[in-house]
């Protein structure tokens, strides 16, 4: 009599067991996951901000250039006179012709080495506040279309190109920017 009323109690609990299995399964169906993913980058590349953006990197950048290609030009001109005079001057003309072009190549490389090292500032501070603007509003797009999740696309390597969202908040940065 124990034993059998052991083995309806075993019976009994494999059957909760089992039903509880099955009813979380069922809910776990009911709740659909909506994910989506977008490409930051185009984002930025293609919004009206992130093109104003690189607008002006690209004017400061010309403007470095045309400040760095006249240096070069420079000391050009300063290296072939002092190579057309190099016969006709004294010991002393010379150290100080050779000192005056090795200060200008000293500045001309500093001009270099600052101009890339501000651009290279001036593009991450622009990117950081883009990314902030983005991720903000990817997370608002995200909320009001019920995504359950939604990735960078540099992490995917697949994505049916239904849950590509990218163009959509293109269109919503532009409009609220």
């Not at 067991?17 to 809910?27: K, Q, R």
């Not at 080495?113 to 603007?133: C, F, Y």
Request: net charge positive; proline share 1%; glycine share 6%.
């Amino acid at each position: 009599m124990k034993t059998r009323r052991a083995l309806s109690f075993i019976i009994c609990l494999g059957l909760v067991g089992y039903g509880m299995i099955f009813c979380v399964n069922a809910s776990a169906q009911s709740a659909v996951m909506k994910i989506g993913f977008v490409d930051l980058q185009r984002v930025i590349n293609s919004s009206a901000e992130g093109k104003k953006a690189q607008d002006e990197l690209k004017k400061r950048a010309d403007e470095f250039g045309a400040q760095a290609k006249e240096m070069q030009e420079r000391l050009r001109r300063m290296k072939a006179d002092y190579d057309k005079q190099i016969d006709v001057l004294t010991p002393e003309a010379k150290s100080q012709k050779r000192d005056e072009i090795s200060k200008l190549e000293r500045d001309y490389s500093r001009f270099i080495n600052d101009s890339q090292s501000e651009l290279r500032m001036v593009e991450q501070r622009a990117l950081k506040q883009l990314l902030e603007k983005v991720g903000k509003l990817v997370v608002e797009y995200g909320k009001q279309k019920n995504f359950t999740l939604i990735l960078e696309s540099g992490n995917i390597l697949y994505g049916a190109e239904q849950i590509e969202i990218t163009d959509d908040v293109i269109a919503l940065y532009n409009s609220k920017n």
